[in-house]
């Protein structure tokens, strides 16, 4: 058997590997394309047309990612990197954060659609003040409510979906950060301004987003709570002052809606604080709505203002107390009015008041006076009005036959089980007049925050309007106004007491 020899098969010699891509890239353009596609031989192409004083210019060092510092074995190797970097611009390490940028630009929007438009008005609205409690912010609780609630602002504006459900996130990590804070508190540490204003901040947020019907007033809750913390002695100057003036109007508001009275609605609270700065109108009101849910009490009710007018007064209460004491808030309210003529009523544009809200006088006309919008005073006449209809048909419930006009004290022992037909006429045009105001409202820009206070009148009329028509006119104009107005979480909440 012969073994068959063959010729070893001369083995192919391998091609050097060039270092230079570039090179490689030249020679082999197909491979290239497949490997990493056509935009790189783009790159490359232009390379090689392009002029190298016309390259863009590297970052510094500083700024350079860690691969940049590497050779890449000649010049042509670090020109791909600059072009690529000029081209599709990657990220440095580090980007200045562009937050501050879009809070300013939400709280921004926020402010201007929110003050007044008129040139007239003397006295900043609290809105105004928003960017500056903003940058002097020291606890990110703050911050961060601020910038849930402008977002809300907006996404409701502009119907905005993907704003509002990121204004949820900034809203739940401020709503955590405060509650840190508060436990943090020491037994006998007083929360500061801050602290007091994160929940009438997120309460603010719920009336623009409206997450649940209840949240407006369990924030509004725990700003008062705050207050009771550090003590009404706390509140007679600086921005714990302020403060507290603003959130006895909405807590008044809460306590009347749900028959519960309000921590401030105590001797000491209506009294200390106001030691250095007098009560003006607004405040001297707000008294009188404070006092209400005590003086229902009195009649053995419960539940919500609109439960206590529908429920059978229990046989075993003494009525003497409580009409007593109703015709007692009813007087105030009257000499009230005697006292305030032009706030009860809407005016036709801006007034000239002292700055407790009175009439100035003729012998003293330098002294110091405030103007007060048409707006402002169309909130006040309307509060005024909601109040007296309150009052009105309280009265006519547990003293059926007393005339609401004038009212006596000497009358409010009597109780029969006939309605009376003033008390009704007159709760009827004070509905009417509500109305009226509140379409001003609506056709009006107010000042600050008075459109969202306006609200209460309104909602009173749906509740207890004593015809059927003005009840559905004003529930009419509270779906109107939470669709239209972006306020439907506050009025979502009136509407479940």
């Known amino acids: 058997m012969t073994d068959k020899v063959t010729?070893?098969?001369?083995?192919?010699?391998?091609?050097?590997?060039?270092?230079?891509?570039?090179?490689?890239?030249?020679?082999?353009?197909?491979?290239?394309?497949?490997?990493?596609?056509?935009?790189?031989?783009e790159i490359v192409q232009r390379i090689k047309q392009e002029p190298i004083e016309d390259l863009p210019q590297s970052p510094p060092v500083a700024l350079r990612p860690y691969w940049a510092s590497y050779s890449v074995g000649n010049f042509q190797g670090s020109r791909v990197i600059d072009t690529i970097r000029s081209q599709w611009k990657l990220p440095f390490y580090y980007e200045p954060s562009k937050a501050e940028f879009f809070d300013h630009a939400f709280i921004s929007h926020f402010v201007e659609l929110n003050r007044s438009v008129r040139p007239y008005n003397t006295e900043l609205p609290w809105v105004a003040q928003v960017p500056g409690l903003h940058t002097k912010a020291t606890k990110p609780a703050l911050k961060l409510s601020l910038r849930a609630a402008c977002m809300a602002f907006y996404a409701q504006v502009h119907q905005d979906a993907a704003i509002l459900t990121d204004s949820y996130r900034w809203y739940t990590r401020s709503l955590t950060s405060q509650r840190q804070a508060l436990s943090r508190l020491g037994k006998n540490a007083i929360p500061d301004d801050e602290e007091i204003l994160v929940p009438i901040i997120l309460g603010l947020y719920e009336v623009y987003a409206g997450t649940t019907p209840t949240s407006v007033f369990q924030h509004l809750?725990?700003?008062?709570?705050?207050?009771?913390?550090?003590?009404?002695?706390?509140?007679?100057?600086?921005?714990?002052?302020?403060?507290?003036?603003?959130?006895?109007?909405?807590?008044?508001?809460?306590?009347?809606?749900?028959?519960?009275?309000?921590?401030l609605s105590t001797q000491e609270w209506m009294t200390v604080p106001f030691s250095v700065s007098a009560k003006n109108g607004h405040q001297t009101l707000t008294d009188i709505i404070l006092q209400i849910p005590s003086c229902t009490a009195l009649c053995g009710l419960t539940g919500n203002l609109g439960d206590i007018f529908v429920q059978q007064i229990p046989d075993a209460i003494d009525l003497r107390h409580a009409q007593r004491r109703t015709a007692e808030l009813i007087q105030e309210l009257e000499d009230w009015g005697n006292q305030y003529p032009h706030l009860c009523t809407r005016s036709d544009g801006p007034m000239f008041v002292s700055m407790d809200m009175s009439i100035p006088s003729a012998e003293d006309p330098g002294s110091p006076s405030l103007v007060l919008p048409d707006t402002f005073v169309a909130l006040t006449a309307a509060t005024y009005k909601a109040t007296r209809l309150i009052l009105t048909l309280l009265q006519n419930k547990i003293s059926p036959n007393v005339l609401t006009t004038p009212i006596s004290l000497t009358h409010s022992d009597s109780s029969t089980n006939s309605p009376s037909p003033d008390a009704i006429a007159s709760a009827t045009l004070d509905a009417q007049s509500i109305l009226d105001i509140t379409l001003f409202l609506e056709t009006n820009r107010p000042v600050g925050m008075d459109f969202m206070r306006s609200i209460f009148p309104l909602v009173l009329v749906a509740s207890l309007g004593p015809g059927v028509k003005e009840q559905q006119a004003a529930k009419k104009m509270l779906t109107r106004w939470g669709t239209s107005r972006g306020v439907g979480g506050l009025c979502g909440a009136w509407k479940h007491p």
Not at 18 to 41: E, F, I, N
Not at 253 to 263: G, L, Q
């Open 7 to 41: 010729r070893p098969r001369a083995r192919k010699k391998r091609e050097a590997k060039s270092r230079d891509p570039l090179s490689k890239a030249a020679a082999q353009p197909d491979a290239l394309k497949q490997r990493a596609g056509s935009a790189t031989v």
């Open 221 to 263: 809750t725990a700003a008062t709570r705050i207050f009771q913390l550090r003590g009404p002695s706390s509140c007679i100057t600086g921005v714990g002052h302020v403060l507290l003036r603003a959130i006895r109007t909405s807590d008044s508001h809460k306590a009347v809606i749900f028959n519960e009275p309000s921590i």
